[in-house]
């Protein structure tokens, strides 16, 4: 028998049996009603011919005269007893309804097992749990994302492939049926992606890779062939699969629903030829967790990093996100707010400049002023300020800590600006910070790295200088952990030791680094004390106030 067929005789089946169960219940309504007391005056009297006594909430009753009825169920160990002693036929029987109800959950495990294997559609598992992907051609074009021009140069061939497929098959060429795109979380790749699409002006669809692991075997990989049916059927366009590594990552063997889709993406990867104009592209923050086979010859074989932008490309980044802004040109520099932001990626870049509209909008301002940009960038970086939560003492600490990093920053990185020193502890909990910008670079010295373990060591030292060794406090460990960090990669990664031992070379550059620090803070005691001051009377210095403090060496 047919599938379809057997499914309709059981739901027909399962209607029957509920309709029935709802008959005996409407009968039973229509039954007399005896209160306790009453039930027991006529047994009393010899009126009750015979009652049917169960585990449910009533009894069924019979009089002499032919009436049915229905009494409260006692629950009394000696009921049957007394009904027995007062000559009323006693019978023991079930409640009708438990039974319908086993019947009904027999009928529902019975259309389960035969639509076992039929692709799970009977009871609609796959239905409900399905992610439409999104199918329209999105508005976002090149001209919305800001990256550089190797990647534009990358992605503009793949507009030219999805315009013009048979320009690449008259060269016989064959274009890769796979794009990768890796690199840190917010660098914009989900929209460089969507600008594809915009660009070629095709379909766009997309899935996170999260979408396609559910609980039941088998769904995840029905969905990858979803994916492509419809992409076939719509004639070709950008299929985008956002992190790819929830299917993707290198196969042990412990997760079978993983692997089927693994598997499925990889077979339908293989399957689809020039002809379909279809671009597979996936994202990623961690491609050194994705299987072999994902990465070979035939697969994603064409990978583009999309690293963290320089400067040109956060200004770039910066005046697409402004455009519907009422930001006060004159207060604020795109060109200065783009060097200030190394390090920012595409997604913070955006986040600083909505911070700041809503800022504005908070304080009633007509623009997005100064004050604005710098409360969100202090916001996006460190966390929002939260005064008032320190004793005078625990204030000193913080100055002379804060003006300890300042100082090893000024005079061992001098290619760095400090922009903001302050004593005001923020909601991640750091106590106080101090904020400096350096210039994009792409290569560090060993010197450099050294500084920068020195600058990290600055709070520590500076501690140690105003408490002593046995009155530090617990402000440093994230400093502590940065520095031990860049030491180990130091010896380990970029093998910088002198001994060959990673631990034993980590723990000297350590040491040395900090023999530095302390040398640098007593070379410059004066601006130590000047800055650690102005931060107790001021509780935040910006940039001017800060180089002023180094001008009376």
Not at 77 to 93: F, I, M, N, Q, S
Not at 379 to 402: L, Q, S
Not at 422 to 431: D, E, L
């Amino acid at each position: 028998m047919k599938p379809k067929r057997w499914q309709g005789i059981l739901v027909f089946c399962m209607i029957g049996v509920l309709l029935l169960g709802y008959g005996v219940k409407a009968g039973r309504q229509t039954e007399e009603t005896l209160s306790y007391a009453d039930f027991w005056q006529l047994a009393q009297q010899g009126e009750i011919a015979s009652v049917v006594i169960g585990s449910g909430v009533t009894w069924q009753v019979t009089m002499k005269d032919g009436r049915q009825a229905i009494t409260p169920n006692p629950r009394a160990a000696d009921g049957k007893e007394r009904l027995l002693r007062l000559g009323v036929d006693v019978a023991e029987r079930e409640n009708a309804m438990p039974a319908l109800a086993v019947a009904a959950l027999f009928m529902v495990l019975l259309l389960a097992f035969f639509s076992r294997g039929r692709g799970r559609g009977a009871l609609g598992m796959e239905k409900l749990a399905a992610v439409q992907p999104d199918e329209r051609v999105p508005a976002v074009t090149f001209s919305d994302v800001a990256v550089s021009g190797d990647t534009l140069r990358s992605m503009q061939d793949l507009v030219d492939y999805l315009r013009s497929p048979d320009q690449f098959r008259r060269y016989g060429a064959r274009f890769p049926r796979g794009v990768l795109l890796y690199g840190p979380p917010g660098t914009g790749k989900t929209l460089l992606a969507k600008a594809l699409a915009g660009e070629a002006h095709t379909a766009f669809f997309a899935m996170s890779g999260a979408d396609f692991v559910q609980v039941y075997v088998g769904v995840g990989a029905s969905r990858v062939r979803e994916l492509f049916r419809k992409a076939r059927k719509a004639g070709g366009g950008v299929i985008f699969i956002d992190e790819i590594d929830a299917i993707g990552k290198k196969r042990d063997n412990g997760n079978d629903e993983r692997e089927q889709t693994l598997n499925a993406l990889l077979t339908e990867m293989s399957g689809f030829s020039g002809q379909d104009g279809i671009v597979v592209l996936a994202a990623t923050n961690r491609i050194d967790t994705l299987d072999p086979a994902l990465l070979r010859e035939g697969r994603f074989d064409r990978r583009i990093e999309i690293g963290l932008p320089d400067y040109d490309e956060r200004l770039k980044i910066l005046q697409v996100h402004a455009r519907n802004k009422p930001i006060d040109d004159q207060a604020i520099s795109m060109e200065d707010l783009a060097r200030q932001t190394a390090l920012f990626s595409g997604a913070q870049l955006e986040t600083l400049l909505n911070e700041a509209a809503i800022r504005a909008f908070r304080r009633g301002g007509q623009r997005i002023e100064s004050q604005d940009i710098e409360g969100a960038f202090c916001a996006v970086t460190v966390g929002e300020e939260r005064p008032g939560r320190m004793t005078e003492a625990e204030k000193k600490i913080t100055a002379y800590h804060e003006a300890g990093h300042a100082v090893v920053t000024r005079m061992m990185q001098p290619e760095a600006r400090l922009t903001r020193l302050t004593v005001i502890p923020s909601s991640r909990g750091a106590a106080g910070y101090a904020m400096s910008v350096r210039p994009d670079q792409l290569l560090h010295t060993r010197s450099q790295l050294l500084a920068m373990i020195c600058a990290a060591l600055g709070g520590r030292a500076a501690e140690e200088m105003l408490l002593g060794k046995n009155d530090v406090t617990t402000g440093a460990a994230s400093d502590l952990k940065k520095a031990r960090e860049i030491a180990a990669a130091m010896a380990g990664d970029f093998v910088m030791g002198e001994t060959g031992d990673a631990d034993q070379d980590a723990r000297l550059i350590f040491q040395t680094a900090f023999a530095l620090t302390r040398q640098c803070l007593s070379e410059n005691e004066n601006a130590l004390h000047r800055l650690a001051r102005a931060l107790m009377e001021k509780e935040t210095l910006r940039e001017e106030e800060i180089n002023r403090a180094f001008e009376y060496q």
